[in-house]
């Protein structure tokens, strides 16, 4: 039991392989019931938009909506890849610009064909200052979800690791919200729902380092 090759042995001899996809049944098991339990919340304390049928036929509502699904899925996909001690956020940063860019256009398009007299309310609409925090409420069980599935991980950075779950959980919390929330600006959802996502992603970062030791 002195020579090295038999140390390895004894230390490796109950280990068994881990089975294939494993992280992503266990991210399924966790993220989805949270994102359940958001929208019963949601349901529950707000209700859905009082205009929704009329609300799906806006395509200014299809894409507040997409804006918030694409950068949960981007952030998803790169807490997947953070998750390892090896990971790395990947070309996570670069399409999360792409898709605030694209939102910019957007927004900047929508100002542009509009009167200069609804500037305000497209800016700033009626619900700015609450906006972002009810982001925060709807997205916190899909953080402890995300941070959940990174404590049983093994992330190298635990801050970054941190902070991509919390925009992961904003972004999927702003889904949410959007449908409750009757702002159609996309200077609007471009300002405010971004700050509501990052606002997450910052409580992430710094729970991080805390709570993802290994």
């Known amino acids: 039991m002195n020579k090295p090759d038999d140390l390895i042995e004894s230390l490796v001899r109950d280990l068994k392989p881990v089975p294939a996809h494993a ?69 996570f940063f670069a399409g999360l610009g792409i898709v605030v860019a694209a939102m910019a256009i957007v927004a900047g398009v929508q100002l542009a064909v509009s009167p200069a007299e609804t500037y305000r309310v497209l800016i700033l609409g009626r619900s700015a200052l609450h906006c972002p925090f009810l982001i925060l409420g709807f997205a916190l069980p899909v953080l402890y979800a995300n941070l959940s599935l990174l404590r049983k991980s093994a992330p190298f950075d ?5 902070f991509v779950a919390g925009l992961a959980a ?24 971004s700050l509501g996502i990052l606002l997450v992603g910052l409580i992430g970062a710094i729970a991080g380092p805390r709570l993802l030791r290994w």
């Open 23 to 91: 992280l992503e049944r266990r991210m399924a098991a966790l993220v989805l019931p949270a994102l359940g339990l958001s929208l019963l919340a949601m349901l529950v304390v707000l209700g859905l938009r009082v205009d929704m049928a009329e609300a799906l036929r806006l395509p200014v509502f299809w894409i507040k909506s997409a804006y918030n699904a694409l950068l949960a899925i981007l952030a998803f996909f790169a807490i997947r890849r953070l998750s390892r001690p090896d990971g790395d956020a990947g070309g």
């Open 170 to 193: 904003g972004a999927a919390g702003a889904w949410v919200y959007s449908w409750f929330c009757t702002e159609n600006g996309m200077p609007f959802v471009l300002i405010w729902y």
């Open 158 to 162: 635990s801050r970054l690791a941190g």
